[in-house]
């Protein structure tokens, strides 16, 4: 099955060597997203963001593949049509960005420091939360 993307040639990169890396780098961000699935302290979904773009400047079948996973590609294929996370990802991201804070809070003695970890992790916070959720509904809006 193909996806909408339908990668051009010219997105594909001409440099054998080059090409090869960046499918190995690809490799490597599906097996730490793979590892992330299970680990709740890793993130799995930007993996394999990350990953399909690697493929899709390497390969067009493992891209395809990854786009059109029966377990992954779903999250992807919002990700890439609605820029949509889920509610339970964002509330699972959400409690995960809170912990790291309050461990941060108890081991870290500057305050210079906890602002600036504080302010960072406050802007992530804010685009997880301001991303739509109710993919059904955007679903049905797109043609």
């Not at 193909?2 to 001409?14: G, K, Q």
């Not at 090409?19 to 930007?46: D, N, Q």
């Amino acid at each position: 099955m193909r996806n909408e993307l339908d990668i051009p040639a010219s997105r594909i990169l001409t440099c054998t060597w080059i090409r090869v890396g960046v499918f190995l780098f690809g490799l490597v961000c599906v097996g730490l997203g793979i590892i992330g699935m299970f680990l709740p302290v890793m993130p799995s979904t930007i993996f394999f963001l990350i990953g399909l773009w690697a493929f899709s400047r390497s390969s067009v079948r493992f891209h395809d593949w990854l786009y059109n996973h029966p377990r992954f590609g779903q999250s992807l294929r919002d990700w890439h049509q609605h820029r949509a996370i889920p509610l339970k990802a964002k509330m699972v991201a959400v409690g995960l960005i809170s912990l790291s804070f309050v461990v941060v809070l108890v081991l870290v003695a500057q305050a210079w420091l906890l602002i600036l970890v504080g302010a960072i992790l406050g802007v992530v916070v804010v685009f997880i939360i301001t991303r739509p959720h109710n993919i059904p509904a955007l679903r049905q809006r797109s043609p």
